[in-house]
């Protein structure tokens, strides 16, 4: 098929979304596929085939979607609406809409490094501490699949 | 206060604790948050954190009571929402500050609720986790009870408020999220921002002003 002319193609619009916790990794294929569920959920088969979302990146604490333009605030708005991808409990937090990608490029930064602080206790349960920027503790039970726990070093400080 | 996220859990109820929410709230353009069972209010990195409770009582006698027991540490007193008569007593009950969970009652806000809402200035919350964690047909019931409690906001004018009800910092959602989410039953961006503001209003209610000479 040969391509169509620029003035007959649909106009598009890129988003570009932050994954939280940041160094959680997800294969694209299931951040399509649980993004797709949610713009299906919310906007029916007929929304969804308007707003024709696509995930073109999955990588590095970032997620870019695509979508047709005029319809960005729904492909936001299912970011919103989205909590888990593969059983992790994840945010989209939506950063920059473009028409290019390269203008979304200057918004994405580098992923902060996780440091591991020890052991702590709490409420009787041993948990490994990892820091982040903003004094900012995420902590584990057992492996990284198991309860989390939230803090900062204020928190821990408490305990 | 601007912007307020009207309920949210910290640590024990969730997975975060109360500073790491209001580090995640400030960055996503909050600049208080009402935090159930907090033990007392407080600035955590330029958000104010107000502590709430949340009373959970079949009737009004109970309700009042709980209210002078619970309610003296908390800053914003919160009922959850039961039958058509028990949510009317709630709304006019000056002490309350806001109603809450009325999607998980069939038909209990109705007109003469939403008026006498209006005149004692009780809210009503929207939770949006209510859309963001249900499904389907439950999803669409939860959109249907806050587009019909909209339509009675805009006629009679009642305060409304909107809560993430977060139990993890992962489950706040940015002013900007909310708006969306809120787009999803009809609501229109300004009357979010008025929503987000309303937790503010609560604490210093508007009253006439008195020339003294």
Do not use: W
């Not at chain 1, 999955?58 to 960005?72: L, N, Q």
């Not at chain 2, 910290?10 to 209001?22: C, K, N, Q, T, V």
């Not at chain 2, 008026?115 to 999803?139: P, W, Y």
Request: proline residues 3%; hydrophobic residues 40%; aromatic residues 6%.
């Amino acid at each position: 098929m040969r391509a169509r002319p620029p003035t007959l193609r649909d106009k598009k619009r890129y988003v570009l979304a932050a994954i939280e916790p940041c160094y959680t990794e997800i294969d694209p294929r299931q951040m399509y596929y649980a993004l797709f569920d949610v713009v299906s959920s919310l906007f029916g088969d007929v929304g969804a085939g308007r707003i024709k979302m696509t995930v073109i990146s999955c990588d590095k604490g970032y997620v870019i979607a695509r979508c047709i333009r005029g319809t960005e605030a729904q492909v936001e708005t299912a970011m919103a609406a989205l909590t888990s991808v593969d059983e992790h409990h994840i945010a989209l937090r939506t950063l920059a809409t473009s028409g290019t990608l390269h203008g979304l490029k200057g918004c994405i930064r580098t992923l902060p490094t996780l440091a591991e602080g020890g052991v702590c206790m709490i409420e009787g349960q041993d948990y490994t501490a990892f820091h982040l920027p903003l004094e900012k503790v995420d902590l584990f039970m057992g492996n990284k699949d198991q309860e989390r726990l939230y803090f900062t070093e204020d928190d821990l400080e408490e305990f | 206060m601007i912007a307020t996220d009207a309920c949210v859990y910290p640590y024990p109820a969730g997975d975060s604790s109360i500073r790491r929410m209001a580090l995640e709230a400030r960055k996503l353009g909050f600049d208080s948050i009402v935090c159930a069972g907090a033990p007392e209010s407080s600035e955590v990195a330029g958000v104010r954190v107000l502590a709430g409770v949340i009373i959970s009582r079949s009737n009004m006698k109970e309700v009042i009571s709980a209210v002078r027991k619970e309610g003296r540490h908390a800053e914003i007193i919160m009922v959850n929402a039961g039958e058509e008569r028990f949510n009317r007593s709630v709304v006019s009950y000056h002490g309350i500050h806001i109603l809450r969970g009325i999607s998980h009652v069939k038909r209990g806000f109705d007109h003469v609720g939403a008026k006498t809402a209006a005149s004692s200035g009780v809210a009503v919350d929207f939770d949006l986790s209510e859309i963001i964690q249900k499904n389907g047909h439950a999803r669409q019931k939860v959109l249907s009870c806050y587009a019909d409690i909209l339509r009675l906001q805009r006629h009679y004018g009642f305060r409304l408020t909107l809560s993430g009800g977060a139990h993890s910092y992962l489950d706040l959602r940015s002013v900007r999220d909310m708006t969306n989410l809120c787009a999803l039953f009809g609501m229109k961006k300004d009357e979010v921002a008025e929503a987000l503001a309303n937790v503010g209003r609560l604490l210093s209610p508007e009253q006439v002003v008195e020339v003294i000479r």
